[in-house]
């Protein structure tokens, strides 16, 4: 007689490990798109942010006169540079604390939330006082000392992708900052680099509507650095708003022939309200409005 040994049920398959992808709170699956507040505004999801200004803090007239051009036109947040990274050493690197007290001064005068680049761990507490928004430039996107300590800080962070980093890089690195429960990321497109040389960078397009499937942050693009030049940045606007960008942030300038860095690439303010309508008509096609108010 054959004696018949009954098997044990077969364990549950254990969630697959996807090699390169451990960002468990960035990851989209199982969460909605998320929405932040940021300085009374709103970000994400339906709301589209217009985050506009100077590449640079270069003096007090230049900032106040571009941040009150940029609350005039209805910009949602005001961007500037009190530290600038430069390829040269011997180039102009920002006003440092001088800077970050003339952006202080233009959030009193214009109410408008403040976005300026931290690039070192030492200027993080003085940084945090005045932004609402810590900008991590390209270079440092994988500066994981710097991206723990600005989640340590609890200031929203704008993350911009590595100029050759993919987007499971650019979502391993937020989750550097994501980890601290710092929760309010934005990640950044602002082109990267392939063998193209008609233009300052590619900007990859295609990584918005990808970046949605992988992950619930809002995503920014950056059309002034992938462009280089002024004639390219509102098609390349036009273009990141209807495929469904969740802002732009973009360099406007009140005299760029004379600016100190960048020039090329920065916007007039006098052209900024067309640009910015515009730009509002191309983020309607893709459900968002310009500008959302927190209640």
């Known amino acids: 007689m054959t004696t018949v040994m009954q098997q044990p049920d077969p364990a549950p398959a254990a969630e697959p490990d996807v090699p390169g992808r451990p960002y468990r709170l960035a990851s ?13 505004r709103l970000v994400g999801g339906d709301h589209f942010a217009m985050i506009a200004g100077p590449c640079t803090v270069e003096s007090r007239e230049q900032l106040l006169s571009s941040a009150d051009a940029m609350l005039a036109a ?12 430069r390829t040269s050493p011997y180039a102009f690197h920002g006003l440092g604390e001088d800077g970050l007290r003339l952006l202080a001064e233009a959030k009193e005068r214009t109410g408008l939330p ?5 690039m070192d761990v030492r200027d993080v ?37 590595g100029l050759s980093a993919t987007l499971d890089e650019l979502l391993n690195a937020s989750e550097y900052i994501l980890k601290e429960g710092n929760e309010k990321v934005l990640l950044c497109e602002r082109g990267i680099r392939t063998f193209e040389t008609a233009y300052r960078f590619t900007l990859d397009l295609t990584a918005i509507p990808v970046l ?5 942050l ?8 992938a462009a280089g030049r002024r004639a390219l940045v509102e098609p390349l606007s036009l ?35 067309d640009y910015l309508r515009k730009v509002e008509q191309a983020a309607r096609i893709a459900g968002k409005l310009v500008g959302g108010v927190a209640a």
């Open 28 to 40: 989209g699956e199982r969460r909605e798109r998320s929405t932040f507040e940021i300085g009374g």
């Open 218 to 225: 809002p995503v920014i693009v950056d059309p002034s650095h």
């Open 125 to 161: 507490e003085a940084v945090a006082e005045v932004a609402d928004v810590i900008q991590i430039g390209a270079r440092n996107m994988q500066n994981y000392t710097l991206l723990t300590e600005i989640g340590r800080s609890g200031v929203p962070a704008l993350l911009k992708r």
């Open 114 to 118: 403040i976005v300026t680049e931290l």
């Open 212 to 216: 949605k499937e992988l992950t619930h």
């Open 74 to 85: 209805g910009a949602t947040m005001f961007r500037g540079g009190a530290y600038k990274p």
């Open 239 to 273: 273009a990141a708003a209807a495929v469904g960008a969740d802002g732009i942030i973009v360099e406007v300038h009140p005299d760029p022939d004379n600016a100190v860095c960048d020039g090329p690439q920065q916007l007039r303010n006098d052209d900024f309200p």
